[in-house]
């Protein structure tokens, strides 16, 4: 069997990990970047709603809260300075009647609370001002949330990260063989290999936490529940009157089936939210052949009554099926929503070993910031 060695090992090629993998590679340390699929940004990455979040929900002094804050600025920094599509063009979080006002002062004080103080309380008029075709009684308007183009965005990560020797490996697929002091040992699935690391960081999204499952020296008690929720999208076959993201008010597992806006100004709804059950195999690290990412068209018309809500004149047959993600969630339906856990040696006693988990909404604009906590920990 042949063996290899490197000093720096980041499992999965989503957004996150090649923010970390850029982040190592740009210290000089020695880095490969192992992804079982085809191309970079595969899963989770591309299939999202490509927002950059405000840092507005989460509670306070929650990963999830400094994070996103953080992130924002560093993510806007890093588009201005590599010449990557991005829009802050806000978004308005809207209430539909007069017993959702309660919601949108809370929603204010806990951004508040988090770091973002540029929200805006807006009446009925004032929002019919600047996007007239909403029909809601008041909204709360954040003017630093945008949107980008992320695989341009990760096509750049990817491009520092080559540019600083970090070394990409596609098509390859890893399993746990042993973790010992000196180091962690993964098998090379489909080939007679194995490499040993004397780092590594675990962002392998959806398996995550199933990829040190039942694996010998490492703790089964630092594992989060696994649970996954799908989100589907449409499109829409025409041209929308709006100039602004439109989220109504969160709900349990999500945001709320919400207007956001790609960098041509075209319009996509969702997502919504859709429970997986019975995914979580002990037999195998890889899930993703288990998971269905077609679009059911029939939710075509609980889509159309959501967006009503917000906009009475939604036409329900120009809805066009788009595409669908799964998050990684590490609470279970009906459960308070997971913060994002960034787990070091100081948690799980495994020298030279950060698990990422949960890394969800708003990973895409933590991401920068998330690397950068990733490289304190493992030079500390």
Same mark, same amino acid.
């Given at each position: ?39 970079? =940004? ?22 999830? @809260?400094?994070?996103?804050? /953080? =992130?924002?600025? &560093?993510?806007? *920094?890093?588009?201005?300075?590599? /010449? ?8 308005? !979080? ?8 309660? *919601? ?28 007239? /075709? ?41 399993? +746990? ?71 109504? !008010? ?14 041509? =100004? ?15 195999? *002990? ?8 998971? *269905? ?5 029939? /939710?075509?018309?609980?889509? @159309? ?13 120009? &809805? ?29 006693? +495994? ?25 304190? !920990?493992?030079?500390?």
């Amino acid at each position: 069997m042949e063996q290899f060695e490197v000093e720096c090992l980041v499992i999965g090629a989503g957004v996150v990990g090649l923010a970390v993998a850029r982040a190592l590679a740009m210290q000089g340390r020695e880095v490969w970047l192992i992804e079982q699929e085809s191309q970079v =940004g595969m899963q989770t990455s591309s299939r999202n709603s490509e927002v950059i979040h405000a840092g507005i929900y989460y509670p306070q002094s929650s990963l999830k @809260a400094k994070l996103c804050v /953080k =992130g924002r600025r &560093l993510l806007y *920094d890093y588009c201005e300075a590599k /010449k990557i599509p991005f829009k802050r063009c806000g978004k308005l !979080i809207v209430a539909k009647d007069q017993s959702q006002i309660t *919601d949108l002062k809370r929603i204010e004080q806990r951004a508040l609370a988090n770091g973002v103080d540029d929200l805006r309380f807006l009446d009925k008029a004032a929002v019919q001002k600047i996007e007239p /075709k909403l029909d809601v009684v008041a909204a709360l308007l954040s003017p630093s949330t945008g949107i980008l183009d992320s695989h341009a965005y990760m096509q750049q990560l990817l491009a520092d990260y080559q540019n600083a020797s970090g070394q990409l490996v596609l098509n390859t697929a890893l399993s +746990v063989s042993h973790v010992r002091q000196h180091g962690i040992t993964f098998n090379l699935q489909g080939q007679e290999a194995q490499l040993t690391v004397k780092y590594c960081v675990n962002a392998a999204g959806l398996n995550a936490v199933n990829l040190f499952k039942n694996t010998e020296g490492f703790p089964q008690a630092c594992l989060p529940l696994a649970s996954y929720a799908k989100g589907s999208y449409f499109s829409y076959g025409a041209k929308t009157p709006f100039s602004h993201l439109v989220y109504p !008010i969160p709900e349990l597992g999500g945001l709320g089936i919400h207007l956001t806006l790609d960098m041509a =100004g075209a319009a996509k709804f969702g997502p919504d939210v859709e429970w997986l059950e019975g995914l979580v195999s *002990d037999k195998s690290p890889s899930l993703e052949k288990e998971f *269905d990412y077609a679009v059911d068209p029939k /939710k075509s018309t609980d889509f @159309a009554k959501a967006i009503g809500e917000y906009w009475p004149n939604v036409v329900e047959s120009k &809805l066009v099926a788009a595409y669908a993600g799964v998050r990684p969630k590490i609470a279970a339906q009906h459960e308070p929503v997971g913060d994002f856990i960034i787990q070091g040696s100081n948690v799980h006693g +495994v020298k030279g070993l950060v698990n990422l988990f949960g890394i969800e909404s708003p990973g895409l604009t933590a991401s920068l910031a998330i690397a950068e906590q990733v490289t304190e !920990i493992l030079c500390s």
